[in-house]
T-cell receptor
Framework: GAGVSQSPSNKVTEKGKDVELRCDPI?????LYWYRQSLGQGLEFLIY????????KSGLPSDRFSAERTGGSVSTLTIQRTQQEDSAVYLC?????????FGQGTRLTVV | GQQLNQSPQSMFIQEGEDVSMNCTSS?????WLWYKQDPGEGPVLLIA?????ELTSNGRLTAQFGITRKDSFLNISASIPSDVGIYFC??????????FGAGTILRVKS
């Protein structure tokens, strides 16, 4: 596709359930980021994948959060046993060098 | 990791006014990027700067890469209502990983 694609665009889940958020980066981009953004706030870094290197997981807030990037392309962010404080917009970005391009985000609501 | 300090945190200006925001880092950057995020959307790249002292314009936007390589500013001239949003600066730290400023929230009174 022409840009970064994220799915679903909106997700409502019950507290305690697991969720998976998907990111399809721009073809050929070696770097992929996940960020979390609460309403009106800045970008909270979660995880960074760069090529075949070990991912930088330093931003993951707890062990309930994990992410994979299969075949250097599609990435999935998984949140286990969701809590209400996990409600936010989750943004994915990809890059081939320095300039990163963002998807539209997934709005997660935990009820 | 590196810290980016972005200011002001928010601005509420009159339509037609000029806007200026800046970003400083604790260490040298080789690239400065400026993004804008419209409500309900992902951030979009506005301007990329690659050379110290570089001044780049994109319509009513002008951005500069500071000579010390530790700062950058973004100016918006003659603001209009659609300039509303959050503006982020960013730069690469180790391994090209981008670090972002906390953002400047811009509101425009028409």
């Amino acid at each position: 596709g022409a840009g970064v694609s994220q799915s679903p665009s909106n997700k409502v889940t019950e507290k305690g359930k697991d969720v998976e958020l998907r990111c399809d980066p721009i073809s050929g981009h070696t770097a992929l980021y996940w960020y979390r953004q609460s309403l009106g706030q800045g970008l909270e870094f979660l995880i960074y994948f760069q090529g075949n290197s070990a991912p930088d997981k330093s931003g993951l807030p707890s062990d309930r959060f994990s992410a994979e990037r299969t075949g250097g392309s599609v990435s999935t962010l998984t949140i286990q046993r969701t809590q209400q404080e996990d409600s936010a917009v989750y943004l994915c970005a990809s890059s081939s060098n320095t300039e990163a391009f963002f998807g539209q985000g997934t709005r997660l609501t935990v009820v | 990791g590196q810290q980016l300090n972005q200011s002001p945190q928010s601005m509420f200006i009159q339509e037609g006014e000029d806007v200026s925001m800046n970003c400083t880092s604790s260490s040298i950057f080789n690239t400065w990027l400026w993004y804008k995020q419209d409500p309900g959307e992902g951030p979009v790249l506005l301007i990329a700067l690659y050379k110290a002292g570089e001044l780049t314009s994109n319509g009513r936007l002008t951005a500069q890469f500071g000579i010390t390589r530790k700062d950058s500013f973004l100016n918006i001239s003659a603001s209009i209502p659609s300039d509303v949003g959050i503006y982020f600066c960013a730069g690469p730290e180790y391994g090209n990983k981008l670090v972002f400023g906390a953002g400047t929230i811009l509101r425009v009174k028409s």
